[in-house]
């Protein structure tokens, strides 16, 4: 079983990529996006900590997490993004590296895909075989996130600045899917990667 990862920046159609993969092989697609909500759902090993940063404010009804809460507590502050991305990822990168070795073990799938924005910054190219950069150009991505998203110019800037640089991307990656144009011409490139 062979472990890739995927990240790129935002708009670059990861999403779409990562469908089209899941439809088309043997696989496990696992995003770490999910995997953190799941790590922060009570009685999971991220519940009490970012509870006991955060406060008891930023719970539901239900006494769970809410992420809308969560996301307003931290919105702007970047000492306690910092502080919750300290708490998160060691558990996620923990959980993923569990999760790739049971599935070793298991044998089902040929491939497992890990999708991450923070792959790079996470140190993931030590965990994975190799890494996937899904590029899009940048205007391409900013009309994407305009149209699907409703994202403002300010917004896009803003997270625009927050993420790697093209190159750092390129850098880390031994595999490059150019998703600029029609997604047929992107599925193409991942059939000649993965011998589909």
Excluded at 43 to 65: A, R
Excluded at 144 to 150: D, P, V
Aim: glycine residues 8%.
């Amino acid at each position: 079983m062979k472990v890739i990862g995927i990240t790129g920046g935002v708009g670059a159609g990861k999403s779409e990529i990562l469908k089209y993969i899941r439809n088309n092989y043997n696989c496990r697609i696992v995003l770490s996006d999910n995997v953190a909500n799941d790590l922060k759902l009570k009685g999971q090993p991220g519940y009490q900590k970012v509870v006991d940063y955060l406060g008891q404010e930023i719970l539901g009804d239900d006494g769970e997490i809410d992420k809308s809460k969560m996301a307003a507590a931290i919105f702007g502050n970047n000492e306690k993004i910092i502080k919750i991305n300290q708490i998160m990822h060691p558990l996620v990168n923990s959980y993923i590296i569990e999760l790739i070795n049971t599935e070793k073990r298991n044998n089902i799938y040929d491939f497992l895909f890990i999708e991450a924005a923070l792959l790079i910054e996470n140190g993931y190219d030590k965990i994975v075989d190799e890494l996937w950069y899904i590029y899009a150009d940048v205007e391409v991505r900013r009309k994407r996130l305009r149209e699907s998203r409703g994202y403002s110019d300010t917004k896009i800037n803003n997270i625009l600045k927050s993420q790697l640089s093209e190159d750092e991307f390129r850098k880390h990656c031994r595999v490059v899917i150019d998703n600029s144009g029609e997604l047929d011409n992107a599925f193409r490139q991942v059939d000649a990667e993965l011998g589909g």
